[in-house]
């Protein structure tokens, strides 16, 4: 159904769907398949850690130069293009990985996804820009809570496939697996950066503005979007000390190691929530701002690492994965739009490179030290492994933040209002996921029902038709029988006539 709503955007919006959607097959393989295949080569929490966090901190400061690219490309889609090309190409050399090196396999893996994933990044602030100028404001959250959406099934269909493939190949094929993902993440990404060329890129001036990145860290605390930032960064820390590792966790400790499938379905199940409740957070943030609902995503989000550590078996962690996709498609749509709602498109470029910058670098002092602390074996009481400490302390960490900053930001427009407890008991409902379903499952109803009295109407016609028709036949027929009869009548008379006068001519006879 959500195929039906893009088409009332601009051909530019809808082409950007679309090259998300392929770059979705990245996300979605290659991109939820690291780490196990960094597992399977053997790599350790540290180097997990070094896997997750490198990508993130050089990524942070190579964004910070996207602008400069400018002066080279001159128009962003030029440097999109070649960028998200390049990152293509790092995925067929991750699935090359086992061919080419015999020795220091995990080594290579961390270089050449941490350079992929550096260059990527640079692409970041010039898509924001370049969707801003694309994109009116008034429908920000509706457009990407449909865009989020439809790129989350490719991420979920490609999940799935993936998990499937190395549940039920053969032990001894399964290296061969995992290159087969990432040769599909190459494809997809290749596909999206020829798509990229077809999206309209209208005439954009950088606005001159002499903040350098040092000097907004320092001014964080001084206005609106600063405290957002610096909230936002923060939370990122405190996510990142526990995100990166759950895959570790169902995978080592829960011995998932032997059952991708059981794995890819908790995994999933975040990803099939996240799509299906983006077009519902879209609509919460349009009508009652970002504020309202990260207000709201954030607290919840502070007590999910709990829930981690109270429930342990995979049938427990997958409803709670698919409760954090609900909780985390909110939180990160209004990460990603608020900038779009502080600034007008012509400074979204630089504020953008120095938002993302600070959110790699959270990411980075987050995984680091979640890695750090897990090589040490740590446990008391229910915390019975150090992944179990990591998420109590990321939950202390969590709602220190949340309680410090979250009243410190406002709103940047006029919005409806709604009370907290009713998103909150929403959420914990499900009801973004209810909303979208009954939604869908209304069109699809409406449509059965519009194609059933279509249905019924060709039908009735082509039968009114064809009584018509036959009584045309009946009539032409009773015509015919009577045209016949009469040849009939008149042929007999004929006859007999002939008869008479051959009898009256033999009785003259004799």
């Not at 097959?25 to 896997?51: C, H, K, Q, R």
């Not at 919840?300 to 698919?322: H, K, M, N, Q, T």
């Not at 007999?496 to 006068?501: A, C, D, F, G, T």
Request: proline fraction near 3%; charge should be positive.
């Amino acid at each position: 159904m959500f195929f039906e709503e893009i088409k009332k955007y601009p051909r530019p919006l809808q082409l950007s769907i679309m090259e998300g959607m392929f770059a979705s097959i990245m996300s979605g393989g290659g991109v939820t398949f690291i780490v196990p295949f960094a597992l399977f080569l053997g790599a350790s929490n540290i180097e997990i850690g070094f896997l997750i966090a490198f990508p993130a901190l050089f990524a942070a400061f190579a964004q910070l130069g996207s602008i400069k690219l400018l002066d080279f490309y001159k128009k962003r889609r030029q440097a999109i293009v070649a960028i998200v090309f390049f990152q293509a190409i790092s995925w067929l050399l991750i699935a090359l990985i086992p061919f080419i090196f015999v020795r220091e396999q995990i080594f290579a893996l961390i270089i050449i996804y941490t350079i992929g994933n550096i260059v990527a990044s640079t692409a970041g602030p010039l898509w924001q820009s370049w969707m801003s100028s694309l994109t009116p404001r008034e429908i920000l959250g509706e457009y990407f809570g449909i865009r989020n959406a439809l790129t989350g099934t490719i991420v979920f269909l490609v999940m799935l496939i993936g998990g499937l493939l190395l549940k039920y190949i053969e032990p001894s094929m399964t290296l061969y697996a995992f290159s087969a993902i990432f040769l599909f993440s190459f494809f997809g990404r290749f596909i999206s950066s020829l798509l990229f060329t077809k999206i309209e890129d209208p005439e954009f001036v950088p606005e001159k503005d002499s903040t350098h990145f040092i000097t907004f860290v320092s001014q964080l605390r001084k206005d609106n979007f600063g405290y957002f930032v610096l909230f936002g960064a923060l939370m990122t820390f405190a996510i990142a000390m526990v995100g990166p590792f759950l895959s570790v966790y169902l995978l080592e400790n829960l011995g998932m190691k032997t059952d991708y499938l059981t794995y890819t379905l908790i995994i999933c199940a975040s990803a099939a929530t996240t799509l299906i409740s983006m077009p519902y957070w879209g609509k919460i943030i349009d009508k009652y701002g970002s504020i309202k609902t990260i207000k709201v995503t954030g607290l919840l989000a502070s007590f999910y690492p709990i829930l981690l550590i109270l429930v342990r078996d995979p049938l427990g962690l997958f409803f709670i994965e698919a409760l954090s996709g609900v909780i985390f498609s909110g939180f990160n749509l209004c990460l990603a739009n608020f900038i779009y709602e502080s600034f007008k498109q012509e400074k979204i470029m630089k504020y953008a490179g120095y938002q993302a910058a600070l959110f790699g670098i959270a990411t980075f002092i987050g995984t680091m030290l979640s890695g750090w602390i897990q090589t040490f074996p740590i446990s008391f009481g229910i915390l019975t492994n150090t992944f179990f400490v990591v998420c109590a302390i990321a939950v202390v960490f969590r709602f220190i933040i949340y309680t410090s900053l979250i009243n410190k930001i406002k709103e940047v427009r006029e919005i409806k209002e709604i009370k907290d407890k009713t998103l909150i008991i929403s959420v914990l409902t499900f009801e973004p996921i209810r909303e979208s379903l009954f939604a869908n499952a209304f069109v699809i109803i409406s449509k059965t029902e519009d194609l059933t009295i279509k249905g019924v109407k060709t039908v009735g016609g082509l039968a009114r038709k064809g009584i018509i028709t036959a009584e045309g036949y009946t009539k032409n027929a009773s015509k015919f029988a009577e045209s016949e009869l009469e040849n009939v009548e008149n042929i007999t008379k004929k006859n007999i006539s002939n008869v008479r006068e051959m009898i009256k001519k033999r009785k003259g006879f004799l």
